[in-house]
Each structure stands twice: as C-alpha cells, then as structure tokens.
Nanobody
Framework: QVQVVESGGGLVQAGGSLRLSCAAS????????MGWFRQAPGKEREFVAS????????YSSESVKGRFAISRDNAKNTILLQMNSLKPEDTAVYYC????????????WGQGTQVTVSS
C-alpha cells in the first residue's frame, strides 16, 4: 500500500503564490510518476501537472503553464508544486496522485488540500 499526503494549501490573494508539497510512502520504489490534479466546486477533476521519477520529465496543463512549476526529490519521494500568479479560477481542492502499477494509471491518491484565491 502507498500513502500519499499533501500539504501547503491555504488562502491567498490573486497574484500571490503558494507551494504545495506531496509525500508518498510505502511501496514507492517503483513508481513511474507523481502528479497533481484539482477539482473546483461543481466541476470535474482535472489534470494540473506531473513529473516522472526517471528523467524528471514534467508535464502541465495549458491553464497553468508559465505560472506553475513541478519538481521532485526522489530521495524523499516528494514532489512540489510552486504556484505563482494565482488567479481566482485556480481555487480548488488539489490532489496528489502516484503511478505505481502502470505508467498510464494513477493508482494512489491523497485526500487533497484546499487552495483558495481571493479576487
């Protein structure tokens, strides 16, 4: 089993910054990638960014490119999401997920952390 724990959410004014952290523990030695998703009220969960364990290839959605940056620390099985120039539409619960069994499926999820951006 893999445990996934997010931290770093909160309330910030538009234009501000926040940094989210996600730590995975358990049988994580063979994970393919870790990533971030978000879900705003009344909307479906959407992909935000991800990064592979080997090679550190990073991907992000068009809505956050140039504003959000994802990074990893393999020794700690941790990823960070630096969020700059935040907008009210970034308000959502942010979830961390891990690909363990397959590079095409997100197998384990955290419980989420709230990010609220006020206008």
């Amino acid at each position: 089993q893999v445990q996934v724990v997010e931290s770093g959410g909160g309330l910030v004014q538009a234009g501000g910054s926040l940094r989210l952290s996600c730590a995975a523990s358990g049988r994580t030695f063979s994970y393919y990638a870790m990533g971030w998703f978000r879900q705003a009220p009344g909307k479906e969960r959407e992909f935000v960014a991800s990064i592979t364990r080997n090679g550190g290839s990073a991907y992000s959605s068009e809505s956050v490119k140039g504003r959000f940056a994802i990074s990893r620390d393999n020794a700690k099985n941790t990823i960070l999401l630096q969020m700059n120039s935040l907008k009210p539409e970034d308000t959502a619960v942010y979830y961390c997920a891990v690909q363990v069994l397959s590079p095409t499926k997100w197998d384990f999820w955290g419980q989420g952390t709230q990010v609220t951006v006020s206008s």
